[in-house]
């Protein structure tokens, strides 16, 4: 048996593929047609917000919210280290000061303490990123937030469907993305986004953002008139606009499938409970604990593995490859340490843990289409791994 590091989440059933043709031999246009505003209308319900815009990928949700921020030079945003790159590039690209937060010695998401000792005059947004599908419980600094007028951007790229208390996450900050990314919980054929916007009046400009900046023109069009570009104005006060738009077909695909979101969730929150309760005594190997009475979705299942002086996490990485063909990964390199970000002047963190995490961290294969004898033979390799290592510890 083989368990690879697969670049899909999960499968189009039949039905779905039906579906999907249908849309590929009749809809007009291909973009930005009902197919749009039927995902977008099924998204708002199932988060129940309104001011939900489909986009090409949470990174382009998240460009959108950095300029919607209108950060000027100086403007500082807290991030996490410990996360994909995309949750920091569009904040850096439109001028800000990064200051990377760290995480949580346990739940390895971001630490509510860590961020109020970096907030400064100078902060405008603080990011917080819903890492491993978990629900980061952030509630607590709400209030400082707003008392400081500081924005909340809550990345949701790998954790939609969990919940904070009875709300969806994205849902308790000013802004919010989510990613439709081929190996997220769910994927619109591999890419694709949503962004989430509080302030209507903000919210009111998005549609222009992700679309060159088109917007109705202020007089009344002319009936006979075809509704081609031409007929629509350009402006979004003074902002250069991008084209971050999702086809029909990828909004098709993201109806089939938010339909199947909370059972594909739940299926990766048992067996993410079964994995995580099978290796409860092995004390070297700390699963991220989880924040008490809140739902985490399981888009990743991830832990440490203490070093003795003999054997450290590469060894166990490299025995499941060897033995068992299973292939894990380590996640998430630190973003001050990329040879990017420290060119363009964001070396410099004070983040111990984010440290020690990267070092001893394994993320195990979680795509859900892996068969329930797959999973099996997961968690007991990786047990008989366990039990060999712990001759040598
Ligand atoms: C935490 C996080 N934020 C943002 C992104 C960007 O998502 P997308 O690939 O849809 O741009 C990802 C994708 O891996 C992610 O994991």
């Given at each position: 048996?083989?368990?690879?590091?697969?670049?899909?989440?999960?499968?189009?059933?039949?039905?779905?593929?039906?579906?999907?043709?249908?849309?590929?031999?009749?809809?007009?246009?291909?973009?930005?047609?009902?197919?749009?505003?039927?995902?977008?209308?099924?998204?708002?319900?199932?988060?129940?917000?309104?001011?939900?815009?489909?986009?090409?990928?949470?990174?382009?949700?998240?460009?959108?919210?950095?300029?919607?921020?209108?950060?000027?030079?100086?403007?500082?945003?807290?991030?996490?280290?410990?996360?994909?790159?995309?949750?920091?590039?569009?904040?850096?690209?439109?001028?800000?000061?990064?200051?990377?937060?760290?995480?949580?010695?346990?739940?390895?998401?971001?630490?509510?303490?860590?961020?109020?000792?970096?907030?400064?005059?100078?902060?405008?947004?603080?990011?917080?990123?819903h890492l491993y599908g978990f629900a980061c419980d952030f509630r607590k600094i709400i209030p400082l937030c707003k008392k400081k007028?500081?924005?909340?951007?809550?990345?949701?790229?790998?954790?939609?469907?969990?919940?904070?208390?009875?709300?969806?996450?994205?849902?308790?900050?000013?802004?919010?993305?989510?990613?439709?990314?081929?190996?997220?919980?769910?994927?619109?054929?591999?890419?694709?986004?949503?962004?989430?916007?509080?302030?209507?009046?903000?919210?009111?400009?998005?549609?222009?953002?992700?679309?060159?900046?088109?917007?109705?023109?202020?007089?009344?069009?002319?009936?006979?008139?075809?509704?081609?570009?031409?007929?629509?104005?350009?402006?979004?006060?003074?902002?250069?606009?991008?084209?971050?738009?999702?086809?029909?077909?990828?909004?098709?695909?993201?109806?089939?499938?938010?339909?199947?979101?909370?059972?594909?969730?739940?299926?990766?929150?048992?067996?993410?409970?079964?994995?995580?309760?099978?290796?409860?005594?092995?004390?070297?190997?700390?699963?991220?604990?989880?924040?008490?009475?809140?739902?985490?979705?399981?888009?990743?299942?991830?832990?440490?593995?203490?070093?003795?002086?003999?054997?450290?996490?590469?060894?166990?990485?490299?025995?499941?490859?060897?033995?068992?063909?299973?292939?894990?990964?380590?996640?998430?390199?630190?973003?001050?340490?990329?040879?990017?970000?420290?060119?363009?002047?964001?070396?410099?963190?004070?983040?111990?843990?984010?440290?020690?995490?990267?070092?001893?961290?394994?993320?195990?294969?979680?795509?859900?289409?892996?068969?329930?004898?797959?999973?099996?033979?997961?968690?007991?390799?990786?047990?008989?791994?366990?039990?060999?290592?712990?001759?040598?510890?």
């Amino acid at each position: 048996m083989k368990i690879i590091w697969s670049g899909r989440s999960h499968n189009y059933s039949q039905k779905d593929i039906n579906y999907l043709t249908k849309i590929i031999k009749t809809a007009d246009p291909l973009t930005q047609g009902h197919y749009l505003k039927s995902f977008e209308s099924i998204f708002s319900k199932y988060i129940q917000k309104n001011n939900v815009f489909a986009v090409s990928s949470a990174a382009a949700a998240l460009e959108i919210i950095s300029l919607l921020l209108r950060l000027k030079k100086k403007d500082e945003v807290i991030i996490p280290a410990h996360t994909y790159c995309a949750s920091a590039i569009p904040f850096a690209r439109n001028g800000a000061k990064i200051v990377w937060g760290d995480i949580d010695v346990n739940t390895r998401v971001v630490d509510i303490n860590d961020i109020k000792k970096k907030i400064t005059s100078k902060t405008k947004a603080i990011v917080i990123v819903h890492l491993y599908g978990f629900a980061c419980d952030f509630r607590k600094i709400i209030p400082l937030c707003k008392k400081k007028k500081i924005k909340i951007i809550e990345d949701c790229a790998q954790s939609l469907g969990a919940e904070i208390g009875t709300k969806k996450v994205g849902t308790l900050g000013d802004f919010s993305c989510y990613s439709f990314h081929a190996q997220k919980n769910i994927t619109t054929l591999g890419e694709g986004g949503m962004v989430y916007v509080k302030n209507s009046d903000l919210a009111a400009k998005v549609p222009g953002l992700r679309h060159n900046g088109h917007c109705n023109f202020k007089f009344k069009r002319k009936n006979y008139w075809s509704p081609a570009m031409g007929n629509l104005d350009m402006d979004i006060e003074n902002t250069w606009p991008y084209k971050f738009t999702l086809s029909e077909i990828q909004c098709g695909a993201g109806i089939v499938m938010m339909k199947k979101l909370d059972k594909l969730n739940n299926l990766r929150i048992k067996r993410a409970e079964r994995f995580i309760n099978y290796l409860k005594n092995f004390e070297e190997l700390k699963f991220n604990s989880s924040f008490k009475s809140k739902k985490h979705v399981y888009h990743l299942v991830s832990a440490s593995y203490t070093p003795s002086k003999k054997v450290n996490r590469d060894d166990l990485m490299q025995i499941l490859y060897n033995r068992y063909s299973i292939k894990c990964a380590v996640q998430y390199y630190p973003l001050y340490k990329y040879s990017l970000f420290k060119k363009m002047g964001f070396g410099k963190h004070s983040c111990p843990n984010t440290e020690k995490f990267y070092n001893n961290m394994i993320s195990f294969p979680f795509h859900v289409w892996m068969t329930n004898k797959q999973f099996n033979y997961m968690i007991a390799s990786v047990k008989k791994v366990l039990i060999y290592l712990r001759k040598y510890r």
